[in-house]
């Protein structure tokens, strides 16, 4: 990856590299075009286009006794969006948790959900009690079971995980899977970028639950080549370790500190390395043959390390220094004792 | 260091000096035994890079990369000055030397040196090193340092965007030059004890500075 990037950056530099970075560049142009033209299909609409296609609620008996057009208006996304849409509204009560109580909905993250994206377009299709009113009273709100009922043994097996993790196995917190996966945030593990799976730590991390007050780049300085793992790979690359016994894509939720977190490089980019397994979480095929294919393609010079080939290299060394020495010594021992003749 | 070693209470005398590294010999050997010592170090700052960081590792890569292509040059001042000079001669074993000349030479290592025998060759016009330098020159400047630089100069046209990146090559390139990098750190290491085993410990080292080699015999 290190050498691809500063592939990259020398190419940007040529003729051909600037050709082809103003071609993506109209590319992208073209079909942001597209996505916002009126009945563009296949784009995900933000949640101001899409207002007034909500349908009555069953679970909310106050909506029940209102105007159709007083309901449609009550149930738009937009709607809701004027106060909780607002980048000032913020933490407002500590829940149960032990976590602040955020009514921030950050309109972009949420436009480019599943939860919206998937038809969902609706705030009361879980917010299903209490929030027609002002303010909300007597709240009811579905959880994650509640609709993917078919998920259940999963999440037992993720709740396992979950139940050994910091999150959950110390007396600050106890977490559960909205904390930190924002239903107004998911994505499938495959789409989400690195940057929004870290959306899912830095909230916390670089703020409230920071309690070193560095930066995320200063408290990651330890490593060679910080930067470059910070802003291309999900914390939980280093912050978890896979279960063999779990493979895919529950092998990343154990959560690990600080002190349990790796930090050495072999533990990725050696052959038997765990990126193989974060690769394989992130949708390749977890079978053994494909680990192979995956293992050449990770390999960064330097960074990519066989520990048997290092321990042979230095045994060679030191063998050599040794020697040297012995020899020298001997020549002195000898030449002393033919001196004192 | 006073203690003398090897032929220091040898009979054999000594008919003088002898004038066989010329300014360019001195001058292309210093810079590759410089070169080479901070190739090995970055480098190893490179492939140990999350314990080995004296130099932050992009540093640690620019550095290998400017000290590497300046190496290249410098090999190629030794490859024609010997070959222009004819100077090679110095290099290549004569057939009686190989390989009973190399058993002398390395029977003398493992034993007479400690006995504070003579130097079973001793240096003249004609004979600049003894058997087994002979053949570890040459390995190190014919084969060793050649594909340092071929397997370094192929790595590095791939990071510059001059060939294209391909992982699987750049897997292959990196691991022969690490194990190259490793003979060479060991050759280095054994080189530079070596030069102590002169007439006295430091006059292999004066010789590759004044060039006058003090050790002249038939
Ligand atoms: C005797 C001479 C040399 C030694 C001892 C040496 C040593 C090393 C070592 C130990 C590495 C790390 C390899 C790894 O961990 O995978 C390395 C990498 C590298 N070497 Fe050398 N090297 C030598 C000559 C050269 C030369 C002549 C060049 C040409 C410019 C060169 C260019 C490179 C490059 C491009 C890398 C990859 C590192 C990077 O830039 O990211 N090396 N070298
Ligand atoms: C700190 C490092 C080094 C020191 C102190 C050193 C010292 C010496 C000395 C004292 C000699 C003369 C001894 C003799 O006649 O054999 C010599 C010769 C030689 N060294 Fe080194 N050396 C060093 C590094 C290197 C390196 C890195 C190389 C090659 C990769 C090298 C290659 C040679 C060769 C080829 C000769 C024969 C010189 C000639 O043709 O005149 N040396 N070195």
């Known amino acids: 990856m290190i050498q691809q990037e500063r592939h990259l950056i020398m190419k940007r530099g040529t003729p051909f590299g600037i050709l082809s970075w103003a071609f993506l560049g109209l590319l992208g142009l073209g079909s942001a075009m597209a996505v916002a033209a009126p009945g563009a299909t296949g784009g995900a609409q933000a949640p101001g286009a899409s207002l007034q296609q909500g349908s009555p609620q069953q679970g909310s008996p106050e909506l029940e006794e209102r105007q159709p057009e007083q309901r449609r208006q009550l149930t738009g996304v937009d709607y809701c ?44 299709g879980c917010h299903v009690a209490g929030f027609t009113v002002f303010p909300h009273e007597n709240t009811s709100t579905k959880t994650c079971l ?34 930190c996966h924002s239903p107004h945030a998911v994505k499938r593990a ?17 703020g409230r639950f920071n309690e070193s007050g560095e930066s995320l780049l200063e408290r ?19 912050h978890s370790q896979p279960d063999e016994s779990q493979p895919g894509q529950h092998a990343f939720k154990h959560l690990i500190t600080r002190d349990g977190a790796s930090r050495d490089c072999n533990d990725c980019h050696e052959p038997s390395g765990k990126m193989p397994w974060y690769l394989a979480a992130m949708g390749a095929p977890p079978d053994p043959d494909s680990f192979k294919n995956i293992e050449s393609k990770t390999y960064l010079t330097g960074s990519s390390r066989n520990s048997l080939l290092d321990m042979a290299a230095l045994l060679l060394l030191a063998a050599t220094f040794l020697g040297c020495c012995g020899h020298g010594f001997l020549r002195y021992f000898f030449a002393r004792r033919r001196a004192a003749q | 260091m006073t203690t003398t070693t090897g032929t220091a209470n040898a009979t054999h005398e000594h008919t003088g000096k002898v004038y066989l590294a010329t300014i360019v010999d001195r001058a292309w050997h210093w810079i590759h035994a410089l070169g ?39 090999w190629g001042l030794w490859f024609f000055y010997n070959l222009f000079s004819l100077r090679f001669r110095f290099y290549l074993p004569s057939r009686d030397e190989l390989p009973p000349g ?8 493992g034993y007479g040196i400690f006995m504070g025998r003579e130097h079973p060759f001793h240096i003249n016009s004609r004979r600049k090193f003894n058997p087994l330098q002979k053949l570890s020159y040459l390995g190190v400047m014919f084969v060793l340092v050649p594909f340092q630089i071929v397997t370094g100069l192929f790595l590095y046209s791939m990071f510059t965007g001059y060939s294209v990146y391909d992982s699987n090559l750049s897997m292959l390139f990196s691991l022969v030059h690490y194990l190259g990098a490793i003979i060479a750190a060991c050759f280095v290491m054994a080189h530079v004890y070596l030069t102590t ?12 500075i004044t060039g006058w080699h003090d050790d002249e015999g038939p």
């Open chain 2, 36 to 74: 080479i010592v901070l190739l090995v170090l970055t480098g190893m700052n490179i492939h140990f890079a999350d314990t080995f960081g004296v130099l932050s590792f992009e540093s640690a890569v620019e550095l290998h990369n400017i000290v590497g292509i300046v190496v290249s040059f410098d």
């Open chain 1, 190 to 206: 495959t789409q989400a970028t690195p940057t929004e799976k870290n959306m899912a730590c830095i909230d916390c991390h670089e």
């Open chain 1, 81 to 124: 969006m004027a106060c909780h849409g607002y980048d000032g509204a913020g933490d407002t009560t500590i829940d149960d948790n032990g976590l602040a109580h955020n009514i921030y909905v950050d309109p972009e993250r949420f436009g480019s959900s599943v939860h919206y994206t998937d038809d969902l377009k609706d705030c009361l």
């Open chain 1, 146 to 179: 509640n609709c993917h009922e078919d998920h259940f043994p999963e999440y037992e097996a993720i709740k396992l995980n979950l139940e050994k993790s910091v999150h959950n196995d110390n007396d600050k917190a106890h977490l559960d899977c909205s904390a």
């Open chain 2, 102 to 109: 190399l058993l002398k030479q390395a029977m003398y290592y």
């Open chain 1, 220 to 238: 990651h300085s330890w490593h060679p080549m910080a930067k470059i793992h910070l802003y291309n790979l999900p914390c939980i690359a280093c």
């Open chain 2, 197 to 208: 085993t002169g007439h006295q410990p430091l006059s292999l080292l004066q010789f590759m």
